[in-house]
């Protein structure tokens, strides 16, 4: 059986292009264009361009961005003003500060300090707090679990009584993404370093959820046949056969999997796309909120 190939650019596409009319009808009915505010600290390579990558889709739907740059040795205080200011601040609908932050910032003291209804990554302890309990809304679902998620529905992944494994418990990735698979009734486990026999646990999965940073490390005989399999893994790989001497690969061995799985996604090309969708889904959503008054 060759699996069924979900297409993340694709869907990626379709919904960026419904949320540009969604903006395109805000701006002509309240005047209000949704904003998202970016904080990015320091120098890292990867954070740069991953918030260009975030600003260039913002300007193609339509929406502001007001890009911050503070240098890697912003103090805590600086940083939190910035986010006050930003929480204030009327045209910003969403704040979005780059992970990973320098060492001696306190992520936890700046991601709390994100006004609820501003917290576009989902990140701040109270949407997650909501996320984790049951019969509680979170206003926001962090964007890279909750692609993966859309992915599975676009694909026709039935959840209900469904084994799911999540391989991976970040906490931008796979808490989220088991918590998000606990809500709509299957049964998740959650697979780790310590955990054992990882290949036999994820024998068991109608759905895998691979989030672990190793490259194709999923392979063929981990994989129940016909499971849904979403790779959210990006792995820089050398490659010297390439031009640029490296490659992108996802935490499963994509080739060989596909000839066992139901249904996957490639990476790259699969949960990427999903991730930055959905942060301006929920930058849409802010501004919503502040139509509606939740501010
Ligand atoms: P983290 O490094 O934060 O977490 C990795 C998780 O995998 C940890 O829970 C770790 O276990 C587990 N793990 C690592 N090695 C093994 C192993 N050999 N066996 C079993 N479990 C293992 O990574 P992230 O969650 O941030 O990212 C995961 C992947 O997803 C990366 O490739 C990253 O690039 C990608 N990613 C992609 C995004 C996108 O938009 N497409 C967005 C974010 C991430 P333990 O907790 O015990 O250490």
Request: proline share 6%.
């Amino acid at each position: 059986m060759t699996a069924k190939i979900i297409d993340g650019n694709a869907v990626a596409q379709r919904m960026r292009a419904e949320i540009a009319q969604a903006v395109a009808d805000m701006k002509a009915k309240h005047g209000i264009v949704p904003g998202l505010a970016t904080v990015l600290i320091g120098d890292n390579p990867a954070s740069h361009s991953y918030v260009r990558m975030k600003r260039k889709a913002c300007a193609e739907a339509g929406i502001e961005s007001f890009p911050h740059e503070l240098p890697g040795n912003a103090s805590q205080e600086e940083v939190e003003a910035l986010v006050r200011r930003l929480n204030e601040d009327p045209r910003v609908h969403g704040i979005l500060v780059q992970l990973p932050l320098p060492r001696h910032l306190d992520e936890e003291r700046i991601l709390s300090l994100i006004s609820l209804t501003k917290d576009v990554d989902g990140f701040h302890p109270v949407n997650i707090g909501r996320l984790a309990m049951k019969g509680r809304e979170p206003l926001f679902i962090p964007c890279t679990p909750h692609g993966a998620i859309v992915l599975l529905e676009e694909a026709g992944a039935q959840f209900e009584g469904a084994n799911a494994v999540v391989l991976g418990r970040s906490n931008i990735v796979g808490l989220p993404a088991a918590m998000l698979l606990i809500h709509r009734n299957a049964t998740v486990t959650v697979c780790h370093s310590r955990t054992r026999d990882l290949p036999a646990v994820c024998r068991q999965a109608d759905i895998l959820i691979a989030a672990v940073g190793r490259p194709e490390m999923v392979r063929a005989d981990w994989v129940k046949p016909g499971a849904y399999v979403i790779d959210v893994g990006s792995n820089k790989v050398d490659d010297p056969a390439s031009e640029k001497g490296y490659r992108w690969v996802g935490d499963v061995a994509f080739d060989e999997v596909k000839e066992v799985a139901g249904a996957i996604t490639p990476s790259p090309g699969g949960v990427g796309p999903m991730t930055i969708t959905m942060l301006l889904k929920n930058t849409l959503r802010g501004a919503e909120l502040a139509i509606s008054g939740a501010v």
